[in-house]
C-alpha cells in the first residue's frame, strides 16, 4: 500500500510532476523443491519510501498520456531454510519501474 504527493506543472502543451511516496508493502517467497510442503514459505514486511517523475500529454479533454518512472526504497529481508543442513538469506532493497499508460480524469 502506497501514498504519496506529486506537485504538478502545467506547460502549455503537457503537464509534468514529481513527487514522494510512502508506505508498507509485503513479498512472499515460496521456495519448496524438494518435498512440495509449505514449510520454507516466507512473508517478508517493509516500510517503503520511494519518489516518481512523470509527463502527462493530454490526448483528448479528460484523456492523457502518461509516462512514469518510480524508484522505491525498501528492506525485505528473510532466510529459508529449506533443509536441516542448508539456509539462504534473501534480501530485496530496492525496485525501479518505468511505465507508460492512459489517465482519464473525471
Known amino acids: 500500500i502506497l501514498t504519496g504527493v506529486n506537485r504538478y506543472f502545467k506547460q502549455s502543451n503537457f503537464t509534468y ?3 514522494v511516496l510512502v508506505g508498507i508493502g509485503e513479498l512472499t ?3 519448496n523443491p524438494l ?3 509449505k514449510d520454507n514459505n516466507y512473508d517478508a514486511n517493509s516500510l517503503i519510501a520511494g519518489i516518481q517523475v512523470g509527463i ?3 490526448i483528448q479533454t479528460n484523456l492523457s498520456l502518461n509516462l512514469n ?3 522505491l526504497a525498501h528492506a525485505y529481508d ?3 531454510v529449506p533443509s536441516a543442513n542448508a539456509n539462504s538469506t534473501i534480501s530485496h532493497n530496492s ?3 518505468v511505465s507508460l499508460g492512459l489517465v ?3
Open 29 to 31: 517467497w515460496k521456495y
Open 78 to 80: 528473510t532466510q529459508l
Open 69 to 71: 518512472a518510480k524508484y
Open 35 to 37: 518435498n512440495n510442503s
Open 104 to 106: 482519464y480524469k473525471f
Open 56 to 58: 502527462e500529454y493530454p
Open 17 to 19: 510532476y514529481a513527487g
Open 95 to 97: 525496485t525501479a519501474s
